[in-house]
RNA sequence: GUGGCCAUAGUGAAACGGUUAUCACAGCGGGUUGUGGUCCCGCUAGUAUGGGUUCGAUUCCCAUUGGCCACCCCA
């Protein structure tokens, strides 16, 4: 469209100010922009699945006693470098950081846990009762290569709970989570593991790395170079020479002291009263510097029980969420130690699996009614009896820049309505509508001022009504 | 950041290096200005961008941009 308007005004403009020869033959158009690499336009034909997982995110959310919290998309650079790591590649490589007009260096934020757990101290709100429990529903930014489920600007739903320290709360959140994909029809695994402490996770370290060392030729290059610059990414190796040594190595879990594996067990007794299915990952480990103890993922189970457990099955899969608790964050910031917890789910992803799986999905309302005008003076009643309509609640369409009956008649097929009102000269001087039964080709006179009574009873009428929500 | 595959109307596809780039669907307009779904006719709209090879490039080569997929990492 606006492609097409350029081409004519340039090619106008220069044949009127070029003489004829000196016209190139080709006029030359500036390309249209594009959205930026990664990120992408949400069309109307997805609305319906973008208000489903919205929806029961927040339905759930609240009914679990969560509030809504929203934080500014751009936040000051070094929250994210405090929060979440200097060493990681999500600060290191994969940040939209830019420097503002009065010089100060902004970010796109990449999670909304370190701006909640800032919002935590700014506002202190170490002053209510504790804990306090937030969800969000919001766009992430992240400057990665795009892949499937995976976009520049992509949005999350989370939870945190701030101001406790129990495993229930660890409990809470994955159940939480659970039931969200419940909800959904998506059926989910949840992968959980403790990463114990700094301390602990120190000590670990140098066991995994003496351990792996002895065993370097066996390793995939990609390895020997995490040996030293991330030995705990040795664990999730997806190379065969890898995972048979991986079974040898020593695990983080027997490196808790007392009260970090009572912690975990905990949970996990927690997580078995609820019947949540789990599975230890002892190779499960989290990005982000502030996590600490539990860590979990949310991770797609296939519908029908397949038999592969593979290395291939595996790997497909991508997480659909993950968490943890970060105990250690809020102090990280400024504020007083302040333990917390909290997951996100990648919206994208779980549409993605929704259409894996063909899940059912609720269709969009759609108008049940269209007001079709025909003359001038019925396009001026229709446009009050549109507005009576609107008021009554009753959902109505209507295409007021059409003037030929055919047209809109057309336009009312499509959008799949009930019924359509008719106003004609005809009728606007016997002061009457036709309505038309689209389904039945069958149409009835009525008197005007009893539109809104009409249209009601026949929507309410149980024949006509058609189940729209499956739920 | 690394690698593989890819790029033709809004969408999906076609076009041995050779006239005016083809088709379907969608869109718009008609089939004597009062009736939709099916039908008929017409119109709109395209070789991602920039170079190169060639008498001639949608076709071959290079670069850029973007897409898909994998790695890395993560949601």
């Known amino acids: 469209m606006a492609k097409k308007e350029a081409k004519k005004i340039s090619a106008k403009a220069t044949k009127a100010e070029l003489p004829a020869e000196t016209a190139p033959k080709k006029t030359r ?37 969560y509030d809504w919290l929203e934080t500014p998309i751009l936040e000051e650079t070094p929250l994210f470098v405090r929060a979440i790591g200097k060493q990681t590649d999500i600060v290191e490589k994969e940040m939209f950081t830019f420097v503002d007009q009065s010089g100060e260096s902004l970010t796109l934020r990449p999670e909304a846990t370190a701006p909640i757990a800032r919002a935590y101290v700014n506002h202190g709100m170490l002053n209510l009762p504790q804990p306090v429990k937030f969800f969000y529903i919001g766009p992430m930014f992240r400057h990665e290569r795009p892949q499937s489920g995976r976009y520049r600007q992509f949005n999350q739903f989370g939870c945190e709970i701030l101001g406790d320290a129990k495993p229930v709360i660890d409990a809470e959140l994955i159940i939480l989570g659970v039931r969200y994909f ?33 065993h370097r030729s066996a390793l995939c290059e990609n ?81 029908q029980p397949a038999g592969e457990v593979g290395a291939e099955a595996e790997a497909r899969q991508s997480s659909l969420g993950g968490g943890g608790r970060y105990d250690p964050l809020v102090e990280i910031l400024g504020g007083r130690a302040t333990p917390g917890a909290g997951f996100a789910i990648g919206l994208e992803r779980v549409i993605l699996r929704l259409k894996e799986i063909n899940a059912p999905v609720p269709e969009t309302p759609r108008p049940a009614v269209y007001l079709a005008q025909l003359g001038e003076p019925a396009k001026r009643k229709a446009l009050a ?34 019924y359509a009102i008719i106003l004609g000269q005809k009728e606007v001087l016997d002061g009457t509508m036709i309505i038309r039964d689209m389904d039945a080709g069958i149409q009835e006179l009525v008197d005007a001022k009893k539109i809104v009574a009409e249209i009601r009873k026949k929507l309410a009428t149980p024949g006509s009504e058609e189940p729209k929500l499956p739920s």
């Open 182 to 214: 419940d909800d959904l029809g998506i059926p989910v695994g949840v992968e959980i593991n403790s990463i114990g402490d700094a301390a602990e996770r120190a000590v670990y370290r140098e066991k995994l790395i003496a351990y792996y060392r002895s």
């Open 29 to 65: 158009i500036p390309a249209t922009p594009q959205p930026p690499r990664g990120m992408k336009d949400i069309l109307p034909v997805e609305e319906k699945f973008w208000s489903f997982v919205r929806g029961k995110a927040e339905s759930i959310a609240r009914a679990y006693g």
């Open 385 to 418: 009896i549109f507005e009576e309509l609107r008021r009554a609640g009753i959902p109505v369409a209507a295409t007021f820049t059409k003037d030929a009956l055919k047209a809109q008649m057309e336009i009312a097929n499509k959008l799949g309505v009930k």
């Open 223 to 303: 390895c020997k170079l995490r040996l030293v610059k991330n030995p705990l990414r040795l664990l999730d190796c997806k190379e065969e020479g890898c995972r048979k040594v991986r079974g040898g190595a020593p695990q983080l879990v027997d490196f808790l002291n007392d009260e970090n594996r009572n912690h975990f067990m905990k949970v996990l007794e927690f997580l078995d009263d609820a019947d949540i299915p789990y599975v230890m990952n002892p190779y499960l480990v989290r990005g982000l510097d502030y996590y600490n103890k539990t860590v979990f993922e949310f991770v797609p189970r296939e519908t």
